[in-house]
Each structure stands twice: as structure tokens, then as C-alpha cells.
């Protein structure tokens, strides 16, 4: 199978990270590389053995599939073009600025039949591409992102700058239609919610409580799931999770990191184990988004994170927003 041409546009730190990881992606040529600023796009095209486009529409020309990496006011307008023109497109969160353009940009999609995955990276930290053998199907889950001030981000809502990784999240696992949403927020030290708070209820009766910051002393990122017969931490900075269970005494597959006790059930009996599933070793989760985005492509099959999730991501953090703003 031919490699895929691919293309990066938006070369800031987050897209420079791109084409270093498409660069090297197996099955993938980096064939071009734009940004507004010519000496960044020679200097990463010279970089990573690529070619400096000198316009949007030189690079589009260019690969059979994009990356865009620019700021998310320019997502709708950039993507729109590349599917025009038959190219799948991989876009950095939020998928776009607005929930209609993003209905507008999965309906586009559909139409042309290209492709969309969105860069909700958090979906393949190595936490939790370590539970993929376990079945989760949360009832409840309690989650805090918060970080240290950065002037850079506040142009947006905290609810759009973290919070939404954590949405994203909860939507695929818990896989039920939400059905009500309370939040709270406010302003701190920027022009919009620097705090904020929402409790989501789902349809198959499960809650979410989370809590995202960008005014704290110290970084947090973690979550945590409870359902029938288990427990899960996990922990996005350090890319742990962590696992207690019950599991029958005569479950002859468990291999614990340790067996903390037995309880009885009536006449049954079982073990509370604790596990902590290994970590992929040498796994780069921004590296592993991008070459699952080049293996959909080549393959045709449906990329982890497609455009309807990023969409709905979206919609449900934009009603966080409106409802703190009202």
C-alpha cells in the first residue's frame, strides 16, 4: 500500500509537534507543511525533511490528507476546503468554534465521504489505553482538571481549554444519552471562567460531577469511576490507573497486584483484588492519535475519535458555558 501524503497547517508548538510525529508516522510522508509565517514554515520544513507550502491552498494541492493545527477560529473554514477536495482532516479540540459548524463540518464529511478525527488526545493517555481489557460502564465519576495559571488559553472559557477533555472522556465510556446538566462557574482573573463545575446525569442513570481550574497552586488531572463491583483511579499526569474489584475466588484469570481481603455474599464468596494494569511501554499519546489517524485513512475505517464525538463534546460543553454565563 502507498504511503499517505500528508500535510500539517498551523506550525505553532502544538503543530510542530505534528509534523515531528507525522514525519516519522509508518505508512506517512510528510509533504508539506504551512503557516502564516514563512521562516516557521521553512524552519520546520527544513526540519523535519519537508516542504514549505506558500499558501493554504499550495498545501491542500499538495497531500491526500491534513493536519490542522491553527487556532480554532480557523478550524471550520480550513477543514471545509479540505473535504471539498476529498482530503480527511485531523483537527486539534475543540473540533471546531461553534456546535452549528460543527454539524455543518460531520454533514460535509458525510456528503464527500472523508473522514474526521478530532484531537482529544486524553483518550489515549497511557492510563487509559491500560484499561482497554477492562469492561467499564460507570454509574458515577468524579473528575478535577486543574493547572496553574497561563495567560495563554484565556481567550476561552475553562470549560473549552480543559474541561472538554475530561467531557470527552466521560461521553465515550459512559455511552448514554445525557439528559440534564447543572453548572456553575465564574471569572477570576480573566474575561471568562477561570473555575467551573458541572454535574451531568445520563439517561442510564449515571452521574458525573467535574470540576476544571486554571487558578491553582498545584497541577491535578484525575478521575475517578465507580460502578458494580469496582473502582477505578486514574491519573492523567502520571499515566497511572488503578484498579479494586471483586472478582469470584475461583476466577482462574486474575493476577492481582494484590488481594486485599475476601467478603461473603450470602453463600458467596469474593475476593477484593487490586490491580494496576500496565502502562504500553515508550507510549507517546500524540503520536499514537496521529498514526491511528493515518492507519483510518489508509485503511478506510473509522477513525478512534471521529467528527460526531468531538461534536458532541462540544455541544455539551457549550451548554456548561451557557449555563454559567446565565
Do not use: W
Request: with cysteine.
Amino acid at each position: 500500500m502507498a504511503s499517505l501524503n500528508v500535510g500539517v497547517i498551523g506550525l505553532g508548538h502544538l503543530g510542530s509537534l505534528h509534523a515531528k510525529m507525522l514525519s516519522a508516522a509508518e505508512g506517512a510522508v510528510l509533504s508539506a507543511v504551512y503557516d502564516i509565517d514563512q521562516e516557521t514554515a521553512n524552519r520546520v520544513a527544513e526540519e523535519y525533511g519537508s516542504r514549505a507550502a506558500v499558501s493554504a491552498d499550495d498545501l491542500l494541492d499538495s497531500v491526500d490528507a491534513l493536519s490542522i493545527a491553527t487556532p480554532t477560529s480557523m478550524h471550520f473554514e480550513i477543514a471545509a476546503e479540505a473535504i471539498r477536495r476529498g482530503k480527511p482532516v485531523f483537527l486539534e479540540k475543540p473540533i471546531t468554534e461553534t456546535v452549528e459548524q460543527a454539524r455543518q463540518l460531520n454533514a460535509l464529511a458525510r456528503e464527500h465521504g472523508v473522514a474526521i478525527q478530532v484531537g482529544h488526545i486524553e483518550r489515549f493517555n497511557p492510563a487509559i489505553v491500560a484499561l482497554d481489557s477492562y469492561h467499564l460502564a460507570p454509574l458515577f465519576v468524579e473528575s478535577h482538571r486543574l493547572a496553574q495559571f497561563n495567560p495563554r488559553g484565556t481567550d476561552v472559557a475553562v470549560v473549552l481549554d480543559l474541561m472538554i477533555h475530561d467531557i470527552d472522556i466521560i461521553l465515550s465510556l459512559v455511552r448514554s444519552e445525557v439528559v440534564s446538566i447543572d453548572a456553575s462557574g465564574l471569572p477570576v482573573v480573566s474575561d471568562t471562567a477561570d473555575i467551573a463545575n458541572a454535574r451531568i446525569k445520563f439517561a442510564n442513570g449515571c452521574v458525573a460531577n467535574i470540576t476544571a481550574s486554571r487558578i491553582s497552586q498545584n497541577r491535578m488531572r484525575k478521575m475517578r469511576l465507580f460502578q458494580k463491583n469496582a473502582y477505578i483511579s486514574i491519573d492523567f499526569l502520571q499515566g497511572l490507573a488503578e484498579v479494586f474489584r471483586l472478582v469470584d475466588v475461583d476466577e482462574s484469570e486474575v493476577s492481582p497486584t494484590y488481594m486485599l481481603g475476601m467478603i461473603e455474599q450470602g453463600k458467596h464468596k469474593r475476593n477484593i483484588v487490586y490491580e494496576q494494569p500496565p502502562v504500553p511501554k515508550d507510549h507517546n499519546p500524540l503520536r499514537h492519535e496521529l498514526q491511528l489517524f493515518v492507519d483510518a485513512v489508509r485503511n478506510g475505517t473509522p477513525p478512534v475519535v471521529d467528527g460526531h464525538a468531538g461534536q458532541q463534546a462540544l455541544e455539551v460543553a457549550e451548554e456548561i458555558v451557557r449555563l454559567i454565563q446565565a
